[in-house]
């Protein structure tokens, strides 16, 4: 296993795509903790627990905004079966303004997805038009390997009868390890899932299904409903897909990271046609449908990707980390255009969040908002979030970046283009870590989502944690959506 791993959540978020028709007035305005979120007691941030305030771990990995406002938060909790404790699958919906949970979803805003074998975990989110949730994942076998897993959740928060048996779609893809990182849906309603397959040992490869909207393979889809992308041409090397994005022409962009020659990992892409097939007209270095980046240091990858248009094109702009030396990781993002080479403009970047001194900055999930629409000249601004190290308090905090087309820090975003929010659980002078590992945006505010500890607990308890940045784009007022 490299070695970020342990500080690295598994969850990818898909591409989210915002018009906006101004660009920002005012300095410094962005970026700032939204203290009309969340509680009286903690102004800017929420909670949420599945354990009743019992000594568990509750793990949000995705999240999602309805067009109502409303937040769809989920994750892996500790849960005992009555036979002893296994990780389940915890979904929660908040209030827009993070007052509280939507009663009417689930129990009191809440549900609890057991697998009927073992453990179960989710790693995505996507929301269907009708309301509907999907969740990507994985769920272990008798045999105890992972199997991709798909859930479909009806808007009161009950699984769908209509999907798979029961709601819930399990794929086995071969006899290692299979997991889905992350889910996207098609206009045609089919359900499209990246993650990858485990051959033997350190041998992984991207890996991608289609799922037509009853929660069967569609075999339309490259014959069985499922393909997979090798970097290393069956050499064993570890090649993971952790994201990916369905673009305007239906080509579907998976992220990621592989091993390249001195066994060092680099930003990874990989397209497949809406057949299914490796997309030939993207590429390079002679790997026809895939793409690597080399950025330097000692190892880097994508975590997640954003799209966006140049007029026509679509641009996939991945963000993920870059690994220096020693603990020093900073936020890092590839921007490729429509046939896998590096943008001009954008290009390859990497930023440190540094909260005090270099640390372990990770960039776990990006979000786009565009400018303009398809067939307009390029102009967009990423946010990327996550989570990076305060030398102040030796924990970590949530951290988020925000850059311009160009890839340059935004200054209108917190300082120089960053922020961070320490949620501080519990009263001073305790501290915790804090690891936001996905991000949504509702209306043009920054929704972030994670794990938060409750050190006295030793770091044994951990419970959801959502907080909202403001983002005023005419007025200094707060009024924008």
Known sequence: MCSYSRFIRHAAVAALLTFVGVT???????????????????????????????NDFDDAYAV???????????????????????????????????????????????KVLV?????????GIVLQPDGKVLLSGWSQDAGQNKDMLVYRLNASGNADPGFGVLG???????????????????????IVGAGWVAFSGADHDFAVIRLNTNGQLDTSFDGDGKNTFAFDDGNGDDDRAYALTIDFYGNILL?????????????????????????????????????????????SGALSVALSYDALLPIYTLAGFRHFTGNDYDYAAVQLDAYGNVTPGFGVRSWGID?????????RAIVAENFNHIGHPYAARFTIGGF?????????????????????????????????????YDDPPSTHNDFANAMALQGHRVILAGTVSRSFQNGADADFGITRLTSDIIFDNGFEP
């Open 168 to 190: 819930r779609a399990v794929i086995p893809f071969v006899s290692g390890d299979d997991l889905l990182q992350a889910i996207a849906l098609q206009p045609d309603g089919k």
């Open 388 to 424: 990076a190290y305060n030398s102040a308090s030796g924990n970590y905090d949530y951290a988020a970046l925000r850059v311009r087309s160009d890839g340059t820090p935004d200054p209108s975003f917190g300082i120089d283009g960053r922020t961070s929010v320490a949620f501080d």
């Open 115 to 123: 697998s009927p074998n073992d453990s179960q975990g989710v790693t």
């Open 355 to 363: 909260l005090g001194a270099n640390g372990r900055d990770i960039g």
């Open 255 to 299: 992220a990621g990271s592989a091993t390249t020659s001195g066994n060092v990992l680099d930003f990874a892409a990989a397209r497949f046609s809406d057949s299914g097939a490796r997309d030939t007209s993207f590429g390079n270095f002679g790997i026809f449908g895939g793409v690597l980046v080399p950025i330097g240091g000692l190892e």
């Open 64 to 110: 999602a905004v309805q067009r109502d406002g409303k937040i769809v938060v989920a994750g892996n909790i500790d849960y005992d079966n009555g036979s002893g404790p296994v990780t389940a699958i915890g979904v929660a919906r908040m209030l827009p303004d993070g007052h509280g949970l939507d009663t009417t979803f689930g129990t009191d805003g809440q």
């Open 24 to 54: 920002t007035a005012h300095a410094g305005v962005d970026g700032q903790l939204d203290t009309a979120f969340g509680s009286a007691s903690t102004p800017g941030k929420a909670f949420i627990n599945f354990d009743d305030g019992g």
